[in-house]
């Protein structure tokens, strides 16, 4: 039987050694985030054809900020906590500008 804190010690390996190679893949530009901010046109479209999108930041912003919050919380207390209602409320809303800006637009 395995016990608790090598189960521990193999997961965060495991999601260390996931997070190692997304972040080499984009270093090497096999995964590549050109479109990850802007809106219309198509991923291979030339830049002049996308425009920012002010709802896609504040989505990554509020989606990395609670992953943030999260992780230190987890680290901090060495254990998985419960999410927070109200970080689940700030995602919704968050959510729901991203798609508000997305209907506005049609």
Known sequence: MVS??????LLGSWF????AL??????TGQISLGGVLARGGEPDAPA???KFSPERAQLLLVTLAGLASYV????SQQRMPELDSSVLALFALSHAVYLGG???RR
């Open 102 to 104: 997305k209907i506005a």
């Open 48 to 50: 002049e054809s996308r």
């Open 16 to 19: 260390a050694a996931v997070a």
């Open 72 to 75: 230190a919380t987890a680290l």
């Open 4 to 9: 608790g804190s090598v189960l521990a010690w």
């Open 22 to 27: 997304i972040a080499y893949r984009i270093l």
